[in-house]
């Protein structure tokens, strides 16, 4: 049984992180060898799905890949009404890009393609 807290540096942030006694007890009961890598505000941030200076939107648990991904969005100007946007996809530039109200607009108006395609 461990006698001694350890202090251990996070690999995410650098900083020095105390690793208790009681914890070396909870890691060894549950048969884990390896001691933690990360401070507990880094494991909280990893679980939630990183910090938002990654580059990623967080929409929440289950928006891509099973919740286990963050959806990255990418910066667009809009084909229509010039209002700087995101999208889940990276433009090409050979086709408009729109935001979501205008996206809607044009669907509207633009005629059912796959009706006059099966017909």
Request: hydrophobic share 25%.
């Amino acid at each position: 049984m461990p006698s001694l807290d350890r202090t251990l540096t996070c690999r995410s942030c650098g900083g020095s992180f105390v690793f208790t006694t009681g914890e070396q007890t909870f890691y060894s009961s549950r048969g884990l060898l390896n001691v933690p890598g990360h401070c507990a505000a880094c494991r909280d941030s990893r679980r939630q799905g990183g910090s938002p200076g990654e580059g990623y939107v967080l929409y929440g648990g289950s928006a891509s890949f099973g919740g286990r991904t963050p959806r990255q969005m990418h910066p667009v100007t809009c084909e229509r009404c010039s209002q700087v946007t995101e999208v889940p996809f990276s433009p090409k530039g050979d086709r408009p890009v729109y935001c979501s109200e205008c996206f809607n607009l044009v669907r509207a108006e633009a005629p059912d393609l796959r009706r006059a395609a099966s017909a």
